[in-house]
DNA sequence: CCGGTAATTGAAATTCTTTCTCAGCTAGAA
DNA sequence: TTCTAGCTGAGAAAGAATTTCAATTACCGG
């Protein structure tokens, strides 16, 4: 029923990697995991606990950051700004992540791309740089707001 | 003397895009420039506060915040988040900017790298998005902290 | 060189975000 | 079922960022 959220985020995979790691499945990060996994994966703390408390009443705003604490920690998520710049968002990360943030509407999207990590790592190690992960974010217009000529589609 | 600052700052490429923009070019405001420009290109609005009251006494706090919205807004900074995932940091920038942030001593190093611009663009055009400006981010150990069995050589 | 004026200023108040503390609760191993 | 280390939410606190406002100032035009 409205407990659903509890399967669904227990087999996803965070929480294998939180569990994996030791951490407990409890019901309130399994809310948190749902939200991050389901539904956002681009957004801030504030954001997590608004969808969160929607599917797990008594969530604690603490236990938001908490969670993405450790997921930062396990390098499942990172902290970044994406285009508002003032806000704090965390997103999922696979070690390399790269955007296309438009200036317009904000839309994100995802992009994977094989050439960059390869460059981006020979980069790196010819500076002698170890590297763990890379972000790469594209900021510009996206191809609905390159023909409005005015202001964003959402929000 | 002590306001030499204001003659550097002056003739800065910062000042001179703000100065275009139709913007003054105040004490305070110079003084801002002027320790982004010659000091630090990566650094808190709190960092730039403290370096800027030495250099002009009476600054205040909101100057500092309001100079770098002015120069975010004219495409010469940008904020981040490098590392320490909850600082505001704002960045000069050129349409492109890539940085090596190191996990352990948080060491920032500038890479400028042709190839990661051409792959980048194409990239974004292969997907009907219209580039303005591109920032990676790649994160990992220095040199010398691969070496290093412990903590940071700076602060 | 000298006003006049709109832009800019710092301080203080305010708001928003993040972290901390702590007593009670709970997941999960045994 | 029991036990306990780990987890919880609430509220307090700390930190960052923004807003407000009366006083000040850069700089244009004269
Ligand atoms: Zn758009
Ligand atoms: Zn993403
Ligand atoms: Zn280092
Ligand atoms: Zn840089």
New interface residues.
Partial sequence: MTDDYVEIARQGRLASALHTAGYKLTGPRLAVLYVLEMELCHASPQEVYERGVAIYPALGLSTVYRTLDIL?ELGLA????LGD??Q?FTVHHDQRHYH?V??ACGAI?D?D?D??TE??CS??AG?????????????????HC?AQPARPPVN
Avoid: H, M, N
Avoid at 78 to 81: G, K, L, S, T, V
Avoid at 130 to 143: A, M
């Fill in positions: 930062t990172r902290p970044a700004y710049a003032s704090r296309l438009c200036d999207t992009v791309e050439r960059i460059l981006a980069l790196a500076l002698g740089f170890k590297p763990r992960g890379q972000y790469l974010e594209i900021y510009g217009l996206c191809q390159q």
